[in-house]
């Protein structure tokens, strides 16, 4: 089946980085495009960026523009995000997916604060 693993939350310091991590399977992860979401209680999940499968084409939203960098590696499976220059608003729970409609693993939690 497929599943998504999410890795690399913690607490930073505003300004600071992380890097997220997504181990994928059930799929065939290199013919897929991949994402990464976030969530805040009570708000809605929001997509903050996209990779093409080859990992040439990338999308972000504007709240992360410039700040995130999402990679892949498609000989482990995996998508990264890097976070830079940090900010309080990304704090939220970070998941990874193809899209919409696959089962959601169970993210990890990213807080901003000093």
């Known amino acids: 089946q497929v599943q998504f693993v999410e890795s690399g939350g913690g607490l930073a310091q505003p300004g600071g980085s992380l890097r997220l991590s997504c181990v994928a399977s059930?799929?065939?992860?290199?013919?897929?495009?991949m994402r990464w979401f976030r969530q805040v209680p009570g708000k809605e999940r929001e997509m903050v960026a996209s990779?093409?499968?080859?990992?040439?084409?990338?999308d972000y939203a504007d709240s992360v523009n410039r700040r995130f960098i999402i990679t892949r590696d498609n000989s482990v499976n995996t998508v990264y995000l890097q976070m830079n220059n940090l900010k309080p608003e990304d704090t939220a729970v970070y998941y990874c997916n193809t899209g919409w409609d696959n089962p959601w693993g169970r993210g990890t939690q990213v807080i901003v604060s000093s």
């Open positions: 990779i093409s499968r080859t990992g040439l084409g990338t």
């Open positions: 059930g799929f065939t992860f290199s013919q897929s495009q």
